[in-house]
């Protein structure tokens, strides 16, 4: 009589200490270090930001006992100035973060999948420039800009003057392409490599398996991380206020230096700056997390 075999672990000591095979977990492309941002803004507790406006509001007050400037006229000045910061400040902010997230996403898918590629001659430049503009200070990245674009380039006998914010839109796009081009990188090496082999058992060509198997699969994976550093872009953009240009900190430089540089009204001004970006980045930061729970791979 033939005894059948014993399984290794079980009816016999395992030749192996991996006797069993683990299920293969898929990581996409921002989970979960990608999202730091958005995760603790999303979930610091909403007192801590009570406790923190209640602060604000009240420090006019704390300071106007050593002065003749009360808390009521320091918020006074801020209701005057407040279209001013709002329409020719923070709007100027938003549309910054835009077009560098806009033009920085653009290079940034192209980027990533140059980095995948099976040629040493494109795969190699491409992980070069991600490196080194994602991990560049920003600010000085905004500095070299500004140092290296023209004020102004003549077309046709015409002269045409560069902006300012330009210049930190350009200057901005630079990180973000490079973040994204990591966040397209990630997240296609995060799709199972069974893909690649399915559908190259049926005669698919690399680029059709990449454009009609791969990214499809990739694309819900890319908006968490997408928006997340969407949030971190806007909530850097107060950096090109060293640049000159005329956003939301520049504006409010400018208001408290006409209200006679008053330190009360530093608050204040400054306090309502931290709240709009507040209001505006952390019902992204929400989504962001939302998004990423919806999204989040199940095997």
């Known amino acids: 009589m033939i005894k059948p075999n014993k399984i290794p672990g079980i009816q016999s000591r395992p030749s192996t200490d991996l006797p069993v095979l683990k299920p293969f977990t898929a990581k996409a492309a921002g989970e979960p270090e990608d999202l730091l941002f958005s995760r603790w803004l999303a979930s610091t507790p909403i007192w801590a930001w009570l406790?923190?406006?209640?602060?604000?509001?009240?420090?006019p007050g704390v300071s106007s006992a050593a002065s003749s400037y009360t808390m009521t006229q320091a918020f006074q000045a801020l209701?005057?100035?407040?279209?001013?910061?709002i329409t020719g400040g923070f709007l100027f902010n938003v549309i910054i973060s835009f077009f560098a997230m806009l033009i920085g996403t653009a290079f940034g898918v192209v980027l990533g999948l140059m980095q995948i590629s099976p040629l040493r001659i494109i795969r190699w430049p491409a992980q070069f420039l991600t490196q080194i503009f994602r991990n560049s200070p920003w600010l000085v990245l905004l500095f070299i800009v500004l140092l290296a674009l023209p004020f102004e380039v003549e077309i046709a006998g015409e002269i045409i003057r560069i902006p300012d914010w330009v210049k930190a839109?350009?200057?901005l796009c630079l990180p973000i392409m490079a973040n994204i081009s990591e966040?397209?990188?990630?997240a296609i090496n995060s799709v199972p490599s069974g893909q690649w082999e399915a559908a190259e058992s049926l005669a698919y060509t690399r680029q059709q398996t990449l454009w009609q198997i791969i990214l499809p699969q990739c694309f819900k994976r890319m908006i968490p991380p997408w928006m997340n550093w969407?949030?971190?872009l806007t909530m850097a953009t107060p950096l090109c206020s060293l640049l000159g240009v005329e956003e939301l900190i520049t504006l409010s430089r400018q208001a408290i230096e006409a209200e006679n540089n008053r330190p009360e009204l530093l608050v204040p001004f400054y306090g309502f700056a931290l709240l709009i970006f507040f209001a505006y980045c952390y019902p992204i930061a929400r989504a962001t997390i939302a998004l990423e729970r919806r999204f989040a791979v199940k095997l």
Do not use: D, E, K, M
């Open 51 to 59: 406790l923190l406006i209640v602060i604000i509001f009240a420090w």
């Open 79 to 85: 209701w005057r100035w407040l279209p001013f910061i």
């Open 230 to 232: 969407y949030a971190i």
């Open 169 to 171: 839109v350009f200057g």
């Open 183 to 186: 966040v397209v990188r990630g």
